[in-house]
């Protein structure tokens, strides 16, 4: 059976709208957006990666959308934000104790979102359809990159 764009793209806005909608009970009682579930849950789950930018850069949200959540984090007390000592320029994010319940609570409707998604298969078929998808993303960076494929 030979995938088609279509289908890949049918896919993905329906994993994005099932995805969104998991966050949607959180979401209603916290007043938090997806906005910023994505920052907090990219904080929660880079660790090492703890600046705007970089939630910008991998997560692939626009510095506008990054900054507004950031500052309402930052207001509500669930991040934190440091200057760098080496840069000034830089600003590291961090998750408050406050926040830290919150970025546990986010980090579990993700991780149960994967699960449904795969609900069904084989602990095989599992690691048949991750290895694969890596590939494919691979592909994708490298495509987006500029690089050829053959």
């Known amino acids: ?18 995805y969104i909608q998991q966050f949607a009970p959180l979401m ?6 997806a ?14 990666q703890d600046t705007a930018r970089d939630v910008v850069e991998l997560r692939g949200l626009s510095k506008s959308q990054v900054s507004q959540a950031v500052e309402l984090l930052t207001e509500w007390g669930i991040l934190r934000r440091t200057q760098d000592q080496a840069d000034r320029r830089v600003v590291h994010l961090a998750i408050t ?14 991780a149960a979102c994967g699960l449904r998604l795969l609900d069904g298969l084989t602990e095989s ?3 048949v359809f991750l290895s694969l ?6 592909n994708t960076e490298r495509m ?3 690089e050829a494929l053959l």
């Open 1 to 18: 059976m030979t995938v088609t764009i279509s289908q890949l793209t049918h896919f993905s806005q329906q994993f994005g709208k099932f």
């Open 28 to 33: 209603a009682r916290t007043g938090l957006s």
């Open 35 to 48: 906005r910023e579930i994505n920052v907090l849950l990219f904080l929660a789950n880079h660790p090492g």
């Open 97 to 110: 104790e406050k926040g830290a319940p919150l970025a546990r609570e986010v980090q579990a409707i993700q």
């Open 125 to 127: 078929e599992r690691a």
């Open 133 to 138: 998808l890596a590939k494919v993303m691979d």
């Open 144 to 146: 987006m990159e500029g």
